[in-house]
């Protein structure tokens, strides 16, 4: 592959960037993180629709760019990169993109013009307690021509933003079924949790809550199979976003060891701390290449379940070691909540372990050589 952008991708790269330069300032973050409720940015989310990066990987059919997954990608890098307190990753990796590959057309046609105009917020109800998100425990039982839905889900990211949450959940004979749940709806209890980076995720019961054939993303004779698609690609998209935050992590701290001073010089000179940052360095283009070439094998729709897993455990290793360097190299300074670090360090943290940290990686990759012809 070539590791360079092209022009239109890079376009795409440096509008964003100007959106959260401009919208996401270190001050701007710091009022949200003091006002009540769910951390969202709505001026920012609006700025991002305005400017047409909501709908980068919608089709053109549906209002957006009809772009790819590695433009989106790319998108996500820099929203790591300003911690930008919006669902981005949720709506158009979690939600947009299942529908836009999966959904019935007039499934799509409801809420897909929606997300590129700001409208609507989505998000995927993935993780339950105990189980292996390819093998969802959530009960999927038949009523009439549509489904009720029994289970718990935890860890849902926006789920307290969003207009719908996609719902992974087991039929009767063991297939998955893909539908879209309103959190408003009878029978869906929406739990607030207390989150490492603030950001807003909730506890989801389902009590039989109804979802009608017209919400059902997947039925039965291709759910697992989509599944599998919408865990690569949201794995891929946790590895760009992780190669944002560790550089800007690093950036942060390569400013401050070159001004920072002791014994009249820069700490930058002495030769530990130059160490130091020659690793994260090195940790930060693994994170980066690792991550490009899993997305990139995504959008050309070749196979890359060892590539996603492997972008994830150096997401997920490698990533916890810059953060680390970045807040040592700093001191104290590095966990006072008025300066920006924290942001950086707490969202990897968290990025860590979701959908599986290292050693579920590496156990993953063990799996597919096991299972491999010799």
Do not use: N
């Amino acid at each position: 592959m070539d590791f360079a952008y092209g022009d239109e991708q890079q376009a795409l790269i440096d509008l964003a960037a100007q959106v959260f330069r401009e919208k996401a300032s270190h001050a701007r973050l710091r009022e949200l993180d003091r006002a009540p409720g769910p951390r969202f940015d709505r001026e920012l989310w609006q700025a991002l629709s305005e400017a047409g990066l909501l709908g980068t990987a919608v089709p053109e059919a549906h209002g957006g760019a009809g772009l790819g997954f590695l433009e989106l990608s790319a998108l996500l890098e820099q929203a790591g990169r300003a911690a930008a307190p919006v669902p981005l990753f949720e709506t158009l990796v979690l939600g947009a993109l299942p529908i836009a590959r999966f959904a019935p057309a007039g499934l799509a046609e409801r809420w897909l013009p929606g997300v590129a105009r700001g409208e609507v917020v989505l998000t995927a109800g993935l993780i339950e307690a105990q189980a292996d998100p390819r093998e969802p425990v959530t009960a999927a039982k038949r009523s009439g021509r549509g489904w009720r839905l029994h289970g718990e889900k935890i860890c849902v990211p926006a789920a307290a933003l969003a207009t719908r949450i996609l719902v992974p959940a087991r039929a009767a004979r063991g297939e998955v079924v893909l539908a879209l749940v309103d959190p408003a709806a009878e029978g869906v209890r929406l739990t607030a949790l207390v989150t490492t980076s603030g950001r807003p995720e909730s506890q989801v019961a389902l009590d039989g809550v109804r979802v009608g054939p017209d919400e059902v993303v997947v039925g039965p004779e291709g759910g697992s199979a989509a599944l599998e698609w919408l865990l690569e690609h949201a794995t891929a998209a946790q590895a760009a976003t992780a190669v944002g935050l560790c550089a800007a992590a690093l950036e942060l701290t390569a400013d401050y060891v070159k001004t920072r001073k002791q014994f009249d010089q820069p700490i930058a000179m002495f030769q530990a701390v130059a160490h130091r940052a020659a690793d994260a360095y090195i940790d930060v283009e693994a994170i980066r290449l690792t991550a490009l070439q899993a997305c990139w094998r995504l959008s050309e729709g070749l196979p890359a379940g060892s590539e996603v897993a492997l972008a994830k455990f150096w997401a997920a290793e490698a990533g916890q070691r810059v953060v680390a360097a970045a807040q040592h190299l700093h001191g104290g300074v590095g966990v006072d909540r008025e300066y920006p670090l924290h942001r950086y360090y707490l969202q990897a943290k968290e990025l860590e372990l979701a959908l599986g940290g290292a050693t579920a990686q590496l156990l993953r990759i063990g799996e597919m050589l096991a299972a491999a012809p010799a």
